[in-house]
Nanobody
C-alpha cells in the first residue's frame, strides 16, 4: 500500500520560510515523478513543482526563484523549500507521486502566510 505523508506546514509571516516534507512508503521516489501541488480556498488545485526520476526540476512561474524541490534517496523523502513567502502562497500543499503503477496523493499540509 502506497502512503505519502506531508509535514512541515504552519503559520509564517510574509517573507518567511518553510520546508515541507513528503515521506513515502510503498513507493520508491527514485523511480517516480514527484510533485507538489497546492489548493487555496475556493480555488482549483494547482501544480507547484516537480522533480523527475532523473532529478530534473520544474517550477510554476509563480514560485520560480522562491521555492526549491529536492529529494533524499536514503530517506525516500521529497522536500519543498519555500522562501520569500507571500500571502498568496497560503494553501493546502499536497504531495503527488506517479510511476508505472499509478498516481498517488498525500493528505496535504496547511501553509498559512500572514501579511
Amino acid at each position: 500500500q502506497v502512503q505519502l505523508m506531508e509535514s512541515g506546514g504552519g503559520l509564517v509571516q510574509t517573507g518567511g520560510s518553510l520546508r515541507l516534507s513528503c515521506a513515502a512508503s510503498g513507493i520508491m521516489f527514485r523511480s517516480s515523478v514527484v510533485g507538489w501541488y497546492r489548493q487555496a480556498p475556493g480555488k482549483q488545485r494547482e501544480w507547484v513543482a516537480t522533480i523527475t526520476d532523473g532529478g530534473s526540476t520544474n517550477y510554476a512561474s509563480s514560485v520560480k526563484g522562491r521555492f526549491t524541490i529536492s529529494r533524499d534517496h536514503a530517506l525516500n523523502t521529497v522536500y519543498l523549500q519555500m522562501s520569500s513567502l507571500k500571502p498568496e502562497d497560503t494553501a493546502v500543499y499536497y504531495c503527488n507521486a506517479h510511476n508505472w503503477r499509478g498516481t498517488y496523493w498525500g493528505q496535504g499540509t496547511q501553509v498559512t502566510v500572514s501579511s
